[in-house]
């Protein structure tokens, strides 16, 4: 097995068992222990793993703020949210969770006649001058880093709606961990959401492939749109033929 093979196997199978030690590595993928020491110090310095004592784990991403994380691939973001306000239509019910992509719809949905379940401080702040929109807050916790609202004491409120589009957000998405975000305080809703809604869109930007958050809220076979900026990795692609998962290129 060449190398570069060989440090991908080592990365799925670390992400899938979320630690390994040294010792195991070797005996799995049978090279050296010099070697591994090697694959594995590479794997560090990409960001995605942790040295831990005799061995290797995935490091959770941390939450960074709204502001940090908005103006990232800020041309991106546009296209999807563009793309995702397209699947929605005059009378729709949905749900708008937090983030920096889902607020990209906005400026598509202001004129539609919408009743839109939301977290989302900007996205409601926005609303304000819309009569058009009706907004339900689901209230909670303030999230500042996320300009959201989480963890709210009626989320049994949420089960009593009928959604029929969702339209969510993810620190990052792996075939082993599923669908992932960064704050707890987020993760009973969009748990709640996921389980409730007809149908589910997750908007994400080519970046967030093969990224580790701190919790999963679901699995990607419980999504049934995954809009992104470019086609993702043939792993990806052939995991959503098997799943029934429509794959969306904003571009």
């Known amino acids: 097995m060449i190398k570069e093979q060989r440090i991908k196997k080592i ?20 090279v050296s222990k010099n070697t591994i020491r090697r694959d594995v110090q590479e794997l560090v310095e990409n960001g995605l793993f942790k040295k831990v004592y005799g061995g290797v784990a995935v490091k959770p991403k941390n939450l960074e703020s709204f502001q940090e994380r908005k103006v990232r691939n800020q041309i991106e973001k546009t296209l999807i949210g563009k793309k995702a306000a397209q699947y929605v239509e005059d009378g729709d019910v949905i749900f708008i969770d937090s983030g920096t992509t889902t607020i990209e719809m906005f400026e598509h949905l202001y004129e539609k006649n919408l009743t839109i379940i939301t977290n989302n401080i900007e996205f409601i702040v926005r ?20 300009n959201s609202l989480g963890s709210p004491q009626n989320i049994d409120m949420l089960r009593t709606y009928n959604i029929n589009k969702a339209f969510m957000a993810s620190t990052g998405i792996s075939l082993t961990s599923g669908v ?63 799943n029934n998962l429509e794959i969306v290129i904003a571009n």
């Open 180 to 242: 992932t975000n960064a704050s707890p305080l987020e993760t009973d809703v969009k748990q709640m959401v996921v389980q409730k809604c007809h149908d589910v869109f997750l908007l994400i930007d080519h970046d967030k492939f093969g990224k580790y958050g701190l919790m999963t809220y679901c699995g990607l076979d419980e999504i049934d749109h995954l809009i992104t900026n470019q086609e993702p990795s043939e792993e990806y692609v052939n995991y959503a033929k098997e």
């Open 127 to 146: 609303s304000l001058p819309y009569k058009n929109l009706n907004i339900i807050s689901i209230g909670g916790v303030l999230e500042r880093k996320t």
């Open 11 to 30: 990365e799925e199978y670390i992400l899938e068992k979320e630690s390994a030690s040294l010792d195991e590595l070797v005996t799995v993928f049978q």
